[in-house]
C-alpha cells in the first residue's frame, strides 16, 4: 500500500474518518494484468464521435474495448474501465458525485486516500440545494481538484456538463444500459473528455467508465482536439489514468454502501 495523504485534526472528528484510516479495497488481478500487458489494439478503442453508442450500451457489441487503455491512430488517447458494485444503487451514485465537492475535503480523500487531495465545487450553493434533483447537482458545476494519477499531485479542473452539452442524445438515461451518468471537460496538463454511466445489474449497478484524452472545451462550447494533428498523447497518460481509475472505483464500491446510509441526509 502507498503512503495516504495528509489530513488535519478537524478531519479525523469527521464520523467518515473511518473510511480514510482502513486499507483501501484490493484491484481485481485481471485489471491489474491488463495494466502490466500494456495498450490494447487502437482499433479497439471507441472514438470520441461515436461516444453516443456507450452511452447507449452498443459498444461492445461493435467490438469496442470495456477495460483498458490506449492511443487512437489520430493521437488521442484512450481509457476505459468497467467496475461491478455489489450493494451499490443508482441513487448513491447520484448522491456521492455532488455530495464529495462540498464541505470537508476529507470527503475525496476517502475515495482514494493515496491520491486524492481535495475537490471543491464552485457553486456549493447550487450543489446543496435541496430543489435541484440529485443527478442535475454537477451540472455546469466546476470541480477544482488536486489528485496524483501517476506522476505526481496535480492541479486539475473538471469543468461538469448537462449531457447534451456534452454531444449527448438524453433519451438514453434512464434506459436499460444507463440509469444515470456524469460527465465532464478536464483542463489540467493535458486536456480530457470523461463520462461515467451505470445501471443496475445484479445485486447492484454496473459503473462505466471512459475518457478520451486530447479534448478541450472552447470559449463558444465546442469540444475540440487539443492536440495537432501528427502528434500523440504520451502512452504514460492513458496509462497512469487507467491505474488511477481502477483503484479508485474499486474503493468506491467498498466503502459507498455504508457511507451512504451514515452520510446521505448530511450534505
Excluded at 500500500?1 to 488535519?8: A, D, F, Q, T, Y
Excluded at 442535475?136 to 505526481?152: A, C, F, K, L
Excluded at 438524453?170 to 436499460?176: K, L, P, Q, V, Y
Excluded at 482536439?225 to 487507467?242: E, H, N, R, T, V
Amino acid at each position: 500500500m502507498g503512503k495516504k495523504v495528509g489530513v488535519s485534526q478537524e478531519e479525523k472528528n469527521f464520523s467518515y474518518y473511518k473510511y480514510y484510516e482502513q486499507d483501501l479495497a484490493p484491484i481485481p488481478e485481471k485489471k491489474l494484468a491488463i495494466l502490466a500487458a500494456g495498450p490494447v489494439d487502437p482499433k479497439t478503442l471507441i472514438p470520441f464521435s461515436e461516444r453516443q453508442l456507450f452511452l447507449e450500451g452498443k459498444d461492445e457489441a461493435a467490438g469496442y474495448c470495456q477495460i483498458g487503455y490506449g492511443v487512437l491512430e489520430d493521437g488521442t488517447a484512450h481509457v476505459c474501465n468497467t467496475t461491478y458494485m455489489p450493494g451499490v444503487t443508482g441513487e448513491m451514485l447520484d448522491w456521492w458525485f455532488p455530495w464529495h465537492s462540498v464541505g470537508s475535503d476529507l470527503r475525496y480523500k476517502i475515495w482514494d486516500p493515496e491520491d486524492h487531495y481535495f475537490a471543491r465545487a464552485d457553486r456549493a450553493d447550487y450543489v446543496t440545494d435541496p430543489a435541484i434533483p440529485m443527478n442535475e447537482r454537477t451540472w455546469g458545476v466546476n470541480h477544482y481538484i488536486m489528485e496524483d494519477v501517476g506522476p505526481g499531485p496535480e492541479f486539475l479542473k473538471l469543468m461538469f456538463k448537462k449531457p447534451s452539452d456534452m454531444g449527448y442524445d438524453m433519451s438514453a438515461i434512464g434506459t436499460e444500459k444507463c440509469q444515470s451518468m456524469v460527465c465532464a471537460i478536464g483542463e489540467s496538463s493535458v486536456a480530457a473528455a470523461m463520462t461515467h454511466k451505470w445501471y443496475p445489474y445484479q445485486d447492484g449497478v454496473m459503473f462505466c467508465s471512459r475518457f478520451w484524452i486530447g479534448y478541450r472545451w472552447t470559449e463558444d462550447g465546442q469540444i475540440v482536439k487539443a492536440i495537432p494533428d501528427g502528434f500523440s498523447i504520451p502512452l504514460m497518460a492513458p496509462q497512469g489514468l487507467y491505474a488511477h481509475n481502477i483503484k479508485e472505483f474499486t474503493n468506491l464500491a467498498a466503502v459507498l454502501p455504508t457511507l451512504y446510509e451514515e452520510e446521505k441526509d448530511i450534505f
